[in-house]
T-cell receptor
Framework: DVKVTQSSRYLVKRTGEKVFLECVQDMDHENMFWYRQDPGLGLRLIYFSYDVKMKEKGDIPEGYSVSREKKERFSLILESASTNQTSMYLC??????????????FGPGTRLTVT | QQQVKQSPQSLIVQKGGIPIINCAYENTAFDYFPWYQQFPGKGPALLIAIRPDVSEKKEGRFTISFNKSAKQFSLHIMDSQPGDSATYFCAASYNTDKLIFGTGTRLQVFP
């Protein structure tokens, strides 16, 4: 079974704080993703990484950065948290293609509240 | 052009009913259309997926219907059960790395 773990289930931070969200996977997958999930907006891609030290911007990268120093770990950084970054953050991984499947495996999410 | 439009936002059916969730897209380069299921407190998980070279795919009680000319695809849940109550997301991909998700449908199945 693929296991994707996220460092916290719930997090409360203050405006202006630097926030680190950690994601660890145990399947040796090359591809890792960070999404945010908001009611009525679905899942939106923030950043993704297809290899160690490689990263690409997703659809909403503003206000975020990422770090991937080891294959199994992908971190999302909020440089200066703002209230509009209150959201559910989901990490996902994807391994090599199997047949026609490009399945992404998601962690349980971190609900971040910025006050 | 990158959007995937999903409807309805919420759906309530009785046990045994056949809820249908619809999605529409614009980008004809999309070549992979998965559906994800998310239970409260969990991350989404792949339910079923289809490629545009087939018009229908069935896995158990879940069926995807795909209409390439209309650029639409839908999820049908046969003989729905209370355990199917969840949020369902359609998605589309054109380069296998990124998934574009719909806005989600919250399904409630009552006994």
């Amino acid at each position: 079974d693929v296991k994707v773990t996220q460092s916290s289930r719930y997090l409360v931070k203050r405006t202006g704080e630097k926030v680190f969200l950690e994601c660890v996977q145990d399947m040796d997958h090359e591809n890792m993703f960070w999404y945010r999930q908001d009611p009525g907006l679905g899942l939106r891609l923030i950043y993704f990484s297809y290899d160690v030290k490689m990263k690409e911007k997703g659809d909403i990268p503003e206000g975020y950065s990422v770090s991937r120093e080891k294959k199994e770990r992908f971190s999302l950084i909020l440089e200066s948290a703002s209230t509009n970054q209150t959201s559910m953050y989901l990490c996902a991984t994807r391994g090599p293609r199997r047949g026609s499947s490009y399945e992404q495996y998601f962690g349980p999410g971190t609900r971040l509240t910025v006050t | 052009q990158q959007q995937v439009k999903q409807s309805p936002q919420s759906l309530i059916v009785q046990k045994g009913g056949i809820p249908i969730i619809n999605c529409a897209y614009e980008n004809t380069a999309f070549d992979y259309f998965p559906w994800y299921q998310q239970f409260p407190g969990k991350g989404p998980a792949l339910l079923i997926a289809i490629r545009p070279d087939v018009s229908e795919k069935k896995e158990g009680r879940f069926t995807i219907s795909f209409n390439k000319s209309a650029k639409q695809f839908s999820l049908h849940i046969m003989d729905s059960q209370p355990g199917d109550s969840a949020t369902y997301f359609c998605a589309a991909s054109y380069n296998t790395d990124k998934l574009i998700f719909g806005t989600g449908t919250r399904l409630q199945v009552f006994p």
